[in-house]
């Protein structure tokens, strides 16, 4: 079979996992430790209930919550907060990924992109907007995770149809 995977390299894949690391201990380390305003609340509430927070429901985020809800070393609340942390940080190093995959089809310096990705991606983790979504129980980490990994599927996709 022939290997299309000619960008996705172990060390693209360590660098995935250490920012991955070094955004998740930082959001870890900033987390809400109880519940926070607005819809937040809500969200820790149903986890342990799995309940629905009001409409439209959102079952896979409760679903997810529910499990890490389960983590018996902290309060339920927390460990909703953490889940954000986590999806959050699961969907940088899938954005640094995407972002290296399309660099890469425009045949663009190698350690030029690598520094300009992690750059960049750094840069949105530590965004303002970013940054209090991933540090509360909310459903938008784990909706730009989806996001992402569809784009970068999408982005697999058409590199092995454009191989064949």
Known sequence: MQRID???T?????LGGAIFIVTLGVYIFTLCPTIYWEDSAAFCAVHSLLGIPHSPGFPVYVIWGRLFATIPVFNSAFCSNLMSAF???MALSLLFLSILEILNQIKSSRSF???ATIISTLVFAFSTSFWL???RAEVYTL????T???TFLMIKWWQFKASN
Do not use: E, T
Not at 10 to 14: D, L
Not at 143 to 146: A, C, L, Q, S, V
């Open 6 to 8: 000619k960008s996705i």
């Open 10 to 14: 172990g060390r693209n894949i360590i």
């Open 87 to 89: 999806w959050g940080s």
């Open 113 to 115: 992109s690598k520094l």
């Open 133 to 135: 979504q991933a540090i």
């Open 143 to 146: 909706n730009i995770f989806f």
């Open 148 to 150: 992402i990994l569809l």
